[in-house]
């Protein structure tokens, strides 16, 4: 596996909009290097918020085929080892805390119920994540399990989120942590952090094209129920390319989703902003990493399957709501995007609704 480079880091602005260059990690098909996770466990944790991740990356290394499937490797830590029963009853076996020694990714679950109990009866997790932060390795926190990963002292001045029960006893216990209430992933440096257990679905995804491939990406995303799940880019936080700095960016990104049938005129735009054509496209690739022209492609595209998953437009009538007037192009725009057809695609999420069938006794 190539070794893990950090682009960038993930900025807060007033508008609320963020720009998050990819942290770019690469697995070799043919390096046979283990990717290797590690996870930390204790009684109070919530088990969706490690089962859930943990399939994910299972599930796209099996997409890269049978060696892909070798390349992973997974171990639960606790403090004792042995089989761990949690608060829900599941069991689960884990290695003693002791034989941690590194690892490529960090899962830090979340905490069910009180973080300040945990922090008390687990002091050697706050080591380890420690440990591993310090080591520039790649973290991931979700939900209240951000306690844990503050607790280290190595967050001061960067950007972290919670579950939003605990916001302010987070922001009073780490008043030197910059605690994110209106975003539901963040990231600092190699670290990200979650809100809760439906958000660590999308960041997963994400980091399965970074992992991976995009190809993965699309095919993880479409085994995890597309109906109810839509990809890092378009999610809560933003796409990647809203996750930015610049206010006049912000301004405009603001004008193009106004209306997707017509975008405005950028010389008109640059004229209202008060600065040249040329700085304004210039800016919007400097802020976004594509071209206005890219960038609105692909707003017309989410909101497109938007549409096909929740009216009863045509094909035809989906694109020209998102100002896609050729159908062929549309579709083969969304398929480029997606790995599948328009048709494929609302397909996909109206299988799966439920169609109560009871019969009278």
Known sequence: MANPRKRGSLHSTARNSMRITPYNMTVTPNSGALFRIAALTHEDMLA??????????AGAAQALGRTGRQRLSTDCFSQ??????????????????????????????????????????????????????????????????SFLLAETGR?????????????????????????????????????????????VADLMVYLCGELFSPRVARH??????????????????GAPKDLHHDELIADIQTELNRDLRAAPAMSALASQLGVSSRTLIRRFKSATGVSIGQYLQQRRLDEAQALLRRTNLSITEVGVAVGLNDASHFSRMFREQTGITPSAFRTAVRDKSFAANVRPN
């Open 48 to 57: 969706s918020s490690l089962t859930l991740p943990l399939e994910i990356l």
């Open 80 to 145: 004792v080892g042995g089989l761990l029963t949690i608060q829900s009853g599941l069991s689960l076996a884990t290695t003693p805390l002791s034989e941690f020694t590194q690892a490529d990714l960090l899962i830090v679950p979340a905490i069910w119920r009180q973080p300040q109990r945990v922090l008390r009866r687990h002091p050697e997790q706050i080591a380890v994540i420690d440990q591993h932060v310090r080591a520039g390795s790649l973290t991931i926190s979700v939900g209240s399990g």
């Open 155 to 199: 967050m001061t001045g960067k950007t972290m989120t919670t579950h939003w029960q605990w916001f302010d006893t987070f922001a009073r216990r780490y008043p030197r942590v910059q605690l994110e209430r209106r975003q539901l992933i963040t990231q600092s440096d190699n670290v990200f952090c979650v809100s809760s257990v439906n958000s």
């Open 220 to 237: 993880i995303e479409n085994q995890f129920s597309p109906e109810i799940r839509q990809r890092f880019s378009p999610s809560p936080v």
